[in-house]
Structure formats: structure tokens, C-alpha cells
């Protein structure tokens, strides 16, 4: 890899990171930047994978306040999460690579969707606070995080998306504490996964650490960004673009 490949995944994993943390869909970046530069659909998969870790440490890193007083809640969501991703890590292992290259399409165009559909997470959050929330979080919590974390091992794109509506929706939190719960969780499903792949398949480590480093600055960064950004009108555009890069691979899959 020579030193503009190395800037250009330095700068996507960025871009990855800053759009996870919008609209949730951080490999709608990261992964075809890596099919862009010629790794294999799989492997550029484990890769991506492992990269999010950083994104994950760099989100939580700057959600520290929020996590006050989380410690409870965390560890009983952290078993779903971990057992959620290593069954997704042995899922995509169990799949064959070109029948992986033919769901990669419907994954993303399905997360695309999701998001065009779904309401922000600010309007989710004001419609949570208007229900009452029985004390403590609901029973099938953490089998709700289970399930949510098999698909952000398996592949991940909108995984955020969901984990973060199922918070807001059943804990009754604020929009800030939620994301900052769904970044601990997802990270821990992401890890979990990036540790059976390390061990367990290939992994193109000279895409995988400028990648890292980028989605780590984007995760820094995200929060503010978030604060800040018009978050409906860039999640359309993060959804319709979403959606055309699942019609470019589809008929690069199928063609």
C-alpha cells in the first residue's frame, strides 16, 4: 500500500466514522473503500470490522458524561452484545464468499431504506418521553441486543441505527445517554467479532490500521458534529446514497 492509498483510507475511515455517528451506516464509507482497493468482499468485510473497533473506542471516549452511572444497565446489555457478535462472526464465516457478495447488496439497500423511513433519533426520543417507562429496563432488553448484535458481527450497516431506536424507545432515556449506551454496546458486538476473525480468517492489516485511524478521529469527532449538523436532511442524503451504492454492487454481484 503507498502513501495515497494510505491518506485515502485515513480519510474514508474519517468519512465512516462522521456518518456512523449521523445516520448509524459508518460501512456504507468503509466498506467500499476497501472493495476499492481490490480486497476480496469477505475480507474487506473481517477488515472493516476490526477497523470499527477504533470507532467505537473514539465515540465512547468522547460520550464519557453521559455513561455516568451506566455501569449496571451496561454489563447486563454487554452479555447480549457479546454473544450476539461472536454468532455473527461465526455466521459470516459459515457463508460462502459469493453468496456473500450477493447479500452485501440487499444488507445495504435494506439499511438505506431503514433510514430514509425511520424517524430521527431526536423525534424518537421526544415521543419515548411522553410514554411512561416502568422502573427498570424492560426484560427482553438485552435479547433485543442480542439479536441487534448477530447482525452487527454478521455485516453491521444500521445496526447502530436499530440498537439506538431500541434504546430510546424502551429505556426512556435522552437521545445523548442512548447513543452513548448503543456506541459501548455495538462496540463490545463489533469487538467480540473483530477478536474470532483475527483468530480465525485473513485479515488485510495494511488497509485496516489507516482505516482505523481515521474512524477513530471520525468517532472523536462525531458528537460535535452531531450536535451541530441538520441531522434529517443528512440522513435522506446518507439513505439515497446508501441506496445507489446498493444498486452498484448488485449489478456488479449478479451481472
Do not use: C
Not at 155 to 162: D, L
Not at 201 to 224: C, D, M, N, Q
Request: net charge positive; no cysteine; glycine share 12%.
Amino acid at each position: 500500500m503507498n502513501a495515497l492509498q494510505f491518506a485515502l483510507l485515513v480519510l474514508a475511515g474519517i468519512g465512516a466514522g462522521l456518518t456512523g455517528s449521523i445516520a448509524g451506516l459508518a460501512s456504507l464509507i468503509s466498506y467500499p473503500a476497501l472493495l476499492a482497493m481490490g480486497i476480496p468482499p469477505v475480507t474487506a468485510n473481517v477488515t472493516n470490522t476490526v477497523a470499527l473497533v477504533l470507532n467505537s473506542v473514539g465515540s465512547v471516549s468522547a460520550s464519557r458524561p453521559e455513561l455516568h452511572r451506566q455501569g449496571a444497565r451496561l454489563r447486563r446489555l454487554a452479555v447480549g452484545a457479546v454473544l450476539g457478535g461472536a454468532a455473527g462472526m461465526a455466521l459470516l464465516l459459515l457463508t460462502p464468499s459469493d453468496a456473500f457478495e450477493r447479500i452485501v447488496p440487499w444488507l445495504i439497500g435494506g439499511a438505506s431504506i431503514l433510514l430514509l423511513v425511520q424517524k430521527p433519533p431526536g423525534e424518537l426520543a421526544a415521543e419515548a418521553i411522553t410514554h411512561p417507562h416502568p422502573k427498570g429496563d424492560p426484560w427482553w432488553l438485552p435479547v433485543g441486543t442480542f439479536a441487534v448484535a448477530i447482525y452487527g458481527g454478521y455485516f453491521g450497516a444500521a445496526a447502530g441505527v436499530m440498537m439506538l431506536a431500541m434504546y430510546l424507545l424502551a429505556t426512556g432515556e435522552s437521545l445523548p445517554v442512548s447513543n452513548a449506551l448503543k456506541n459501548v454496546v455495538l462496540g463490545a458486538a463489533n469487538a467480540t467479532a473483530a477478536v474470532g476473525y483475527v483468530v480465525l480468517t485473513s485479515i488485510a492489516w495494511s488497509a485496516a490500521v489507516p482505516l482505523a485511524i481515521g474512524l477513530f478521529l471520525g468517532g472523536r469527532l462525531g458528537p460535535r458534529v452531531v450536535r451541530r449538523a441538520p441531522q434529517k436532511l443528512l440522513r435522506r442524503v446518507i439513505a439515497v446514497a446508501g441506496i445507489a451504492l446498493a444498486v452498484k454492487l448488485g449489478i456488479d454481484s449478479y451481472a
